[in-house]
């Protein structure tokens, strides 16, 4: 069994009035099931209403199936006994950077995990100093969160995870509240997490440029997984995407126009290299072609 | 002329270890019915700028003139002002307070000692051009939806009917439909109602889309005031102050020094793409 | 504005005074503290300034920044001053009309403003030098013998430490909110009592509201990552008596007995 496993996993938020009877409910996960092998990196697609971050929180037994199943690390995550487990192998990072930070300094804030787990105190150093180099904050680890930039606050929640050596880390749209500095700082940040720790990252996001490098990709809509492939396949269906609310990186759009205007290329193209390289075949081809007509 | 910033300096934190001059000798001007786009990376003194124009932030040096009227003269009013240049914030929705969407946008007529049916009208107004439908006038702006919030708080301050509308990252934190639809909006006003607009924003591929003019803000200076075309010329600076060109320019460029005669002023996709065609035809019969 | 308040801010610098344990500078401010009313004359005021001049050049906290936080009692120490300056009897000085200073008046006065400013500076050394959690810490531990009759001390500490933590940004969340409401044309200064009040409401209400997500959020994080109370928690940081804490300890005791005895004979001569 892979690192994460889902199955037929539905959601229900039960709305209640002021004396607590149930109003109705609404449905936010519709019977999804998807498997995850470790040391993947994954990322789940969708706008905002879709679903995706109550299938974080599921994986992290902050909420609890409505029906189906989760599996975390091999462990049921209905099963009480295994809530603290699957927290410490499945880390959580947040949307926004100040309302997880806990410690007033850095390296404490980085040593919150460790010490509720109850790990001796020579190994929460060595636990923190390693996180800190991993998101290399490590000339932070005297200041106070309050005065980092959104890109460092993310970095140092991501190392609070990382001290508790989880075999695979869920974020929860970690770049929403970051300007494209700071964006770029994590997401660079959990690549290096992911190849040179082997970490499983299940990264939730709306920003398409965040997909390139991804193993694998699901897209979801209304509380369904409704695409999923690598990348480049998800990236093909540039008219399904649209679709769904969701937008393709610039490169990818106008790759797209250009084919539907008869230029011959490749479909899901995400690097402006790949584009090049088209278009130098395509010119190859159609001289080719020209010479053979004259 | 609307708005004329002459020689700004704001120095905060003045003779402590924490002295920042966010805003260093500021000259700029902003014609009626312009449209620009406010870029700089975090800290870049961009939002310190923007609570000038309105008259939150006193400049520490320096003057503000609106319609030719220097702001900080004793007898002018700040209040009036601060209708007549409308500064929509960052996460505007967190300014949301009232019982009901309607009663929340009608707080800014209100405080502008209107008549009742004249701050009804006002508010109504407002919510209809940020397109809200009317079902949830009555809603708490609680219950509604992060996009359709930050549409309440817009025309919390459209409802004061300004001359000058200045936004601080409308788009931030939503999703790409969120911001398309709030960008698309804005765009409208600008148009339909002839309101000058200053944008700020990190993303260019946003900007290139609406405006006109870009200023970029780079530690309290403003390193360029141009069309965007002629600010995207210099992606290489852009990087160096952590900002970027719109993808395509990149491409363009890219496509340029692999032989192919593409426009590199190209900022949009349909620009490329037309660009591109071109060259590729030209290249074909060659 | 709100920046200026520098009480409960912590100063990173790496000296003797912030290598304390956070206990010993605990009782260091108590016994400083309760040692300001203790003396009542120059060669007391003299032992307490060695001291607490002492403390601030071995914590390596500029003077200035120190002297910052004074700001923020600069009213109270104006009214008291002007109270004990005009309103106590003894050996006129000067006179107009009814109004009187008296050499006992300017001696109160000049005692009430100085023990005023210790008491600032002493407190604020304290936390200028110790982080809000060993802060915490301290008191969890001081306090820990009252866990035996049920009083929460660690919940009480780690809410304490929170506290510390948001009020930094919950204060530069009001200054935000002050400014868009200020944008809507919200007028905070003119009014009586009752509309100025209610204009308070368009602040108020967000900042709940801000203040109720963000405790969400964070009670989430602090579930996502572990915690689960007091009980099988280790510490990164466990307080442990060094030698310059004892040397610390040995310092208060000598202060006392300095204080104590310097003002003692010093009564005994005049």
């Given at each position: 069994?892979?690192?994460?496993?889902?199955?037929?996993?539905?959601?229900?938020?039960?709305?209640?009035?002021?004396?607590?009877?149930?109003?109705?409910?609404?449905?936010?996960?519709?019977?999804?099931?998807?498997?995850?092998?470790?040391?993947?990196?994954?990322?789940?697609?969708?706008?905002?209403?879709?679903?995706?971050?109550?299938?974080?929180?599921?994986?992290?037994?902050?909420?609890?199936?409505?029906?189906?199943?989760?599996?975390?690390?091999?462990?049921?995550?209905?099963?009480?006994?295994?809530?603290?487990?699957?927290?410490?192998?499945?880390?959580?990072?947040?949307?926004?950077?100040?309302?997880?930070?806990?410690?007033?300094?850095?390296?404490?804030?980085?040593?919150?995990?460790?010490?509720?787990?109850?790990?001796?105190?020579?190994?929460?150093?060595?636990?923190?100093?390693?996180?800190?180099?991993?998101?290399?904050?490590?000339?932070?680890?005297?200041?106070?969160?309050?005065?980092?930039?959104?890109?460092?606050?993310?970095?140092?929640?991501?190392?609070?995870?990382?001290?508790?050596?989880?075999?695979?880390?869920?974020?929860?749209?970690?770049?929403?509240?970051?300007?494209?500095?700071?964006?770029?700082?994590?997401?660079?940040?959990?690549?290096?997490?992911?190849?040179?720790?082997?970490?499983?990252?299940?990264?939730?996001?709306?920003?398409?440029?965040?997909?390139?490098?991804?193993?694998?990709?699901?897209?979801?809509?209304?509380?369904?997984?409704?695409?999923?492939?690598?990348?480049?396949?998800?990236?093909s269906?540039v008219?399904?995407?649209?679709?769904?609310?969701?937008?393709v990186p610039q490169v990818t759009e106008l790759a797209y126009e250009l084919k539907m205007a008869g230029v011959e290329l490749e479909d899901g193209i995400l690097t402006t290299k790949e584009l090049v390289e088209g278009l130098k075949r395509y010119l190859l081809r159609e001289k080719g072609k020209d010479r053979e007509g004259k | 002329?609307?708005?004329?910033?002459?020689?700004?300096?704001?120095?905060?934190?003045?003779?402590?270890?924490?002295?920042?001059?966010?805003?260093?000798?500021?000259?700029?001007?902003?014609?009626?019915?312009?449209?620009?786009?406010?870029?700089?990376?975090?800290?870049?003194?961009?939002?310190?700028?923007?609570?000038?124009?309105?008259?939150?932030?006193?400049?520490?040096?320096?003057?503000?003139?609106?319609?030719?009227?220097?702001?900080?003269?004793?007898?002018?009013?700040?209040?009036?002002?601060?209708?007549?240049?409308?500064?929509?914030?960052?996460?505007?929705?967190?300014?949301?307070?009232?019982?009901?969407?309607?009663?929340?946008?009608?707080?800014?007529?209100?405080?502008?000692?209107?008549?009742?049916?004249?701050?009804?009208?006002?508010?109504?107004?407002?919510?209809?051009?940020?397109?809200?439908?009317?079902?949830?006038?009555?809603?708490?702006?609680?219950?509604?939806?992060?996009?359709?919030?930050?549409?309440?708080?817009?025309?919390?301050?459209?409802?004061?009917?300004?001359?000058?509308?200045?936004?601080?990252?409308?788009?931030?934190?939503?999703?790409?439909?969120?911001?398309?639809?709030?960008?698309?909006?804005?765009?409208?006003?600008?148009?339909?109602?002839?309101?000058?607009?200053?944008?700020?924003?990190?993303?260019?591929?946003?900007?290139a889309?609406?405006?006109?003019?870009?200023?970029?803000?780079?530690?309290?200076?403003?390193?360029?005031?141009?069309?965007?075309k002629?600010?995207f010329r210099?992606y290489r600076?852009?990087?160096?102050?952590?900002?970027?060109a719109p993808q395509v320019t990149y491409i363009m460029n890219e496509l340029r020094q692999n032989g192919f005669l593409v426009d590199t002023d190209s900022t949009t996709v349909k620009e490329a793409k037309d660009s591109i065609l071109r060259a590729l035809q030209g290249r074909r019969e060659s | 504005?709100?920046?200026?308040?520098?009480?409960?801010?912590?100063?990173?610098?790496?000296?003797?005074?912030?290598?304390?344990?956070?206990?010993?500078?605990?009782?260091?401010?108590?016994?400083?503290?309760?040692?300001?009313?203790?003396?009542?004359?120059?060669?007391?005021?003299?032992?307490?300034?060695?001291?607490?001049?002492?403390?601030?050049?071995?914590?390596?906290?500029?003077?200035?920044?120190?002297?910052?936080?004074?700001?923020?009692?600069?009213?109270?120490?104006?009214?008291?001053?002007?109270?004990?300056?005009?309103?106590?009897?003894?050996?006129?000085?000067?006179?107009?009309?009814?109004?009187?200073?008296?050499?006992?008046?300017?001696?109160?006065?000049?005692?009430?403003?100085?023990?005023?400013?210790?008491?600032?500076?002493?407190?604020?050394?304290?936390?200028?030098?110790?982080?809000?959690?060993?802060?915490?810490?301290?008191?969890?531990?001081?306090?820990?013998?009252?866990?035996?009759?049920?009083?929460?001390?660690?919940?009480?500490?780690?809410?304490?430490?929170?506290?510390?933590?948001?009020?930094?940004?919950?204060?530069?969340?009001?200054?935000?909110?002050?400014?868009?409401?200020?944008?809507?044309?919200?007028?905070?200064?003119?009014?009586?009592?009752?509309?100025?009040?209610?204009?308070?409401?368009?602040?108020?209400?967000?900042?709940?509201?801000?203040?109720?997500?963000?405790?969400?959020?964070?009670?989430?994080?602090?579930?996502?990552?572990?915690?689960?109370?007091?009980?099988?928690?280790?510490?990164?940081?466990?307080?442990?008596?060094?030698?310059?804490?004892?040397?610390?300890?040995?310092?208060?005791?000598?202060?006392?007995?300095?204080?104590?005895?310097?003002?003692?004979?010093?009564?005994?001569?005049?």
């Amino acid at each position: 069994m892979g690192i994460i496993k889902i199955k037929n996993l539905v959601h229900d938020y039960i709305r209640r009035d002021e004396e607590g009877n149930v109003e109705g409910t609404s449905r936010a996960i519709n019977k999804v099931s998807l498997e995850v092998e470790k040391g993947q990196f994954i990322v789940i697609l969708g706008h905002n209403g879709s679903g995706k971050s109550t299938l974080a929180k599921h994986l992290n037994v902050i909420l609890m199936p409505t029906e189906g199943s989760v599996w975390v690390n091999g462990k049921d995550t209905a099963e009480e006994r295994n809530l603290w487990e699957i927290r410490q192998s499945a880390g959580m990072v947040f949307q926004n950077p100040d309302n997880q930070i806990i410690g007033t300094v850095v390296e404490e804030d980085v040593g919150f995990g460790p010490e509720n787990m109850g790990v001796p105190t020579d190994e929460i150093w060595q636990r923190v100093d390693a996180a800190l180099r991993a998101v290399n904050m490590v000339a932070y680890r005297h200041h106070s969160p309050n005065k980092l930039s959104g890109g460092q606050k993310q970095r140092v929640a991501i190392a609070g995870v990382v001290a508790m050596r989880p075999q695979c880390i869920i974020l929860d749209e970690p770049t929403a509240m970051l300007d494209p500095v700071g964006r770029k700082e994590v997401i660079e940040t959990v690549r290096e997490l992911n190849e040179k720790e082997n970490v499983t990252v299940i990264l939730i996001t709306h920003y398409m440029e965040e997909v390139i490098g991804a193993d694998r990709v699901f897209v979801m809509d209304q509380g369904e997984v409704v695409l999923q492939g690598t990348p480049k396949e998800v990236f093909s269906q540039v008219e399904l995407l649209k679709k769904y609310r969701l937008d393709v990186p610039q490169v990818t759009e106008l790759a797209y126009e250009l084919k539907m205007a008869g230029v011959e290329l490749e479909d899901g193209i995400l690097t402006t290299k790949e584009l090049v390289e088209g278009l130098k075949r395509y010119l190859l081809r159609e001289k080719g072609k020209d010479r053979e007509g004259k | 002329m609307a708005i004329r910033v002459e020689n700004v300096n704001y120095i905060y934190g003045e003779g402590t270890a924490y002295k920042i001059h966010a805003l260093k000798n500021i000259n700029l001007t902003i014609q009626d019915g312009e449209f620009i786009g406010l870029i700089g990376h975090t800290g870049s003194g961009k939002s310190t700028l923007t609570q000038h124009l309105n008259g939150l932030v006193r400049a520490s040096s320096g003057k503000i003139y609106y319609n030719d009227q220097d702001i900080y003269e004793e007898k002018f009013s700040m209040k009036e002002l601060r209708s007549k240049v409308g500064l929509v914030f960052q996460y505007p929705e967190h300014q949301l307070f009232e019982v009901d969407v309607f009663s929340d946008v009608c707080f800014g007529p209100k405080n502008l000692g209107l008549a009742k049916e004249e701050v009804e009208k006002r508010a109504e107004e407002a919510l209809k051009s940020v397109g809200l439908d009317s079902s949830l006038y009555k809603a708490s702006p609680f219950e509604l939806s992060g996009g359709q919030k930050r549409r309440v708080a817009i025309a919390g301050v459209l409802a004061m009917q300004p001359e000058v509308l200045i936004l601080d990252e409308p788009t931030a934190g939503l999703d790409p439909k969120g911001r398309d639809e709030i960008l698309d909006e804005i765009g409208k006003l600008h148009q339909e109602r002839k309101i000058t607009i200053l944008l700020v924003s990190h993303s260019m591929e946003d900007v290139a889309r609406y405006v006109k003019r870009i200023i970029v803000m780079n530690q309290g200076n403003v390193q360029f005031d141009q069309t965007p075309k002629e600010v995207f010329r210099h992606y290489r600076e852009l990087e160096k102050i952590g900002l970027a060109a719109p993808q395509v320019t990149y491409i363009m460029n890219e496509l340029r020094q692999n032989g192919f005669l593409v426009d590199t002023d190209s900022t949009t996709v349909k620009e490329a793409k037309d660009s591109i065609l071109r060259a590729l035809q030209g290249r074909r019969e060659s | 504005m709100i920046r200026d308040i520098t009480i409960g801010q912590y100063y990173p610098a790496d000296s003797v005074i912030h290598r304390l344990d956070p206990r010993v500078k605990l009782m260091g401010t108590i016994v400083f503290l309760v040692s300001l009313f203790l003396f009542d004359g120059f060669s007391g005021y003299l032992v307490a300034t060695l001291f607490l001049g002492g403390a601030i050049w071995l914590s390596k906290v500029p003077l200035k920044f120190m002297l910052k936080g004074l700001k923020a009692i600069f009213m109270l120490l104006a009214i008291s001053v002007i109270f004990n300056l005009f309103l106590t009897d003894g050996t006129v000085v000067f006179r107009i009309w009814k109004i009187q200073i008296t050499r006992e008046g300017i001696r109160m006065a000049v005692f009430m403003a100085i023990r005023l400013v210790y008491l600032i500076l002493g407190s604020s050394l304290m936390t200028l030098t110790t982080t809000p959690n060993d802060l915490t810490d301290g008191m969890e531990k001081a306090l820990s013998p009252l866990r035996k009759i049920r009083v929460p001390v660690h919940e009480i500490s780690m809410m304490m430490s929170i506290a510390l933590r948001f009020i930094p940004i919950l204060l530069e969340e009001t200054d935000k909110i002050m400014k868009a409401q200020q944008a809507r044309g919200a007028d905070f200064e003119s009014g009586n009592l009752i509309q100025r009040a209610k204009s308070m409401i368009p602040i108020l209400v967000p900042l709940f509201i801000s203040a109720f997500r963000r405790a969400n959020d964070l009670a989430m994080a602090m579930e996502a990552r572990c915690y689960r109370g007091g009980e099988g928690r280790t510490k990164m940081k466990p307080l442990r008596y060094k030698r310059r804490d004892f040397i610390a300890y040995g310092v208060y005791a000598g202060y006392l007995l300095a204080v104590v005895g310097v003002s003692f004979v010093f009564q005994r001569i005049f």
